[in-house]
């Protein structure tokens, strides 16, 4: 079983920057594809990033594409969400992920979440 742990939310204000961290743990975390959802309050759970087992595809959400950064250290079982330009609607819950596919369309493990909140 892989264990997810994100860790990196906090307040910050419009045009701020913040990076999420996601702390694997696991034998089988390099066969797993991984990726970041979020979920603001009243809204459905979206999207955010993905990427392959060895960091080199990546696919993101128009909506924060040349904005936000995944990349993963295998060496150290984490993946990160380097966040930029954050606007108050990137407020949201963010979560962790991991599956066979990068684009996420499938998830075998999620994270518990970590707060973003930006202030405008």
């Known amino acids: 079983q892989v264990q997810l742990v994100e860790s990196g939310g906090g307040l910050v204000q419009a045009g701020g920057s913040l990076r999420l961290s996601c702390a694997a743990s696991g034998r089988f975390y390099r066969t797993y594809d991984m990726g970041w959802f979020r979920q603001a309050p009243g809204k459905e759970r979206e999207f955010v990033a993905g990427i392959n087992r060895s960091g080199s595809s990546t696919r993101y959400a128009d909506f924060v594409k040349d904005r936000f950064t995944i990349s993963r250290d295998n060496a150290n079982n984490t993946v990160y969400l380097q966040m930029n330009s954050l606007k108050p609607e990137d407020t949201a819950v963010y979560y962790c992920?991991?599956?066979?596919?990068?684009?996420?369309?499938?998830?075998?493990?999620w994270g518990k979440g970590t707060l973003v909140t930006v202030s405008s």
């Open positions: 992920a991991a599956g066979p596919d990068y684009r996420m369309a499938r998830v075998a493990y």
